[in-house]
């Protein structure tokens, strides 16, 4: 796969840790990854929410995830940004409608697009919606 | 991308959105669209539903939504069938096993199509699981 | 479509039956199909959970698939592995986390892998995340 781009809008922790696993494995092979985090997936990176774990989960899983101190997806995306191509950008439009600044969130976004822009990006890729 | 094929499943207000500003923005970028609507993504589409707003959000954002009196998913796959190249199914399975009619949906549906129809259709399409 | 994988993350019961349905299809008209099952995705299929059908469910669709008897994802599963090219893949750093063997799930599985060697399977595959 040369390009895998996932438009993550699910705040529960499961499917935000497969996203982050997924792509930084991607990223570890070459691959180049875009990552557009949008609704609940936008707001699962909210400085406060990342301050508290206060995150969604589906079930037992993802409140084990939590409590046994393991890497989490922050941490993940961030390694991976490090070592390999992988881009990530927050929803403008979400932002837009709750009001929020780039200040409100993690420092681990490239930029703040919107969705007309992120499509123009992904022409060739992979898309997965997680 | 020339063709995008949304399965849309989820009945989760926030998903749901998501996959209308999807296909609406790249339907108006060109692309030719199709929308699959099956298990509770089809459920979100009844009138009864409809009428009530009766969605199941994943939380806050989603309530917000309804409550803010925003345009929300009919409006903008209605919109985008109008401008653009945008179809809409109805999964047929789904209608025969819950004995529903075309008419117990808003109007917005092409057809009412079967899974093998529906791949049969994307072929050459991108493909996102919502 | 020549190839399709699908990364199986959810739990609830609606969108696993959704996963197999399409497997199911897509390898009937000769389509190459992977299942990577993972998180919640995963679970499902523990033997525990299937012979007590405690499922997961998004609402009341999925509760009454369990009702009515019909046939649910493992036989279609399985009834599609028969037929056809279709793989099933559970995920090894999930079952290592949990401490998991393979003997604690339902006989249907081909192998346990990692996330990069599924991405490595599915380089020229369509992947839906469910």
Known sequence: ?????????????EKIQAASIIASVASTLGTEVIVFATMDGLMAFKKDVVEKKAWKTAGELG????????????????????????KMYACGMIMD????KIDDFVDIFDD???????????????????
Do not use: C, H, W, Y
């Open 1 to 13: 796969m040369s390009k895998l781009a996932i438009v993550l809008a699910s705040g529960e922790l």
């Open 97 to 100: 409608m709750l009001k929020l």
């Open 112 to 130: 703040v697009v919107g969705v007309s822009a992120f499509l123009g990006m992904v022409e060739d890729a992979q898309v997965l919606f997680i």
């Open 63 to 86: 409140k084990g995830m939590i409590e046994s101190g393991a890497p989490l997806f922050i941490d993940t995306f961030r390694q991976a940004k490090e070592v390999g191509n992988l």
